[in-house]
């Protein structure tokens, strides 16, 4: 039975290659959005610009979230990874547990949510208060969610 629980963490090794078609996804979507800004560059405002970027940006994040989460949750819950010493490793991999790649996160999902409440400031006029409101108290709660789960992280490690 032991054996059998413990050889199921296999199941989510296909999960976490799965991620990387997530992320082959996400670079034809970063390259579509460049693809459609670049042309324009000179012709746009200042504000679509940054939007723009803000949106690039956000992508990014994105993808860098799925890296930290494909690697980390592969080494922590199915297997270490078994790269010949000849490639090139990535300094961080085997030193994030559980509770610290939570709070990476949390802490990346903060900063998504920073900068899609910013496109929406770049652009206030096109949304309605109420609506508003709701995109601040959401983000609101995601610093608070995070704030919190690192201050219970500090408390646990002691």
């Known amino acids: 039975m032991e054996r059998l629980m413990y050889a199921s963490r296999w199941i989510l ?20 959005e460049l693809y459609h800004f670049i042309p324009h560059i000179f012709e746009i405002n200042e504000t679509d610009f940054i939007l723009t970027l803000l949106t690039l940006i956000d992508l990014t994040l994105v993808g860098s979230l799925i890296v930290l989460i494909m690697f980390s949750g592969y080494e922590n819950f199915v297997s270490r990874l078994d790269i010949g010493e000849s490639t090139e490793k990535l300094d961080w991999l085997g030193t994030h547990d559980y509770g610290s790649m939570k709070i990476k996160v949390a802490s990346s999902i903060v900063a998504i949510s920073s900068i899609h409440l910013l496109k929406i400031f770049m652009n206030i006029g096109a949304t309605a ?30």
């Open 129 to 158: 208060n109420d609506k508003l409101m709701w995109y601040v108290l959401i983000h609101l709660t995601l610093v608070i969610s995070a704030l919190f789960m690192g201050y219970l992280d500090k408390l646990t490690k002691h």
């Open 13 to 32: 090794a296909p999960i976490y290659l799965g991620m990387s078609l997530i992320l082959m996804a996400l670079f034809v979507k970063f390259f579509q």
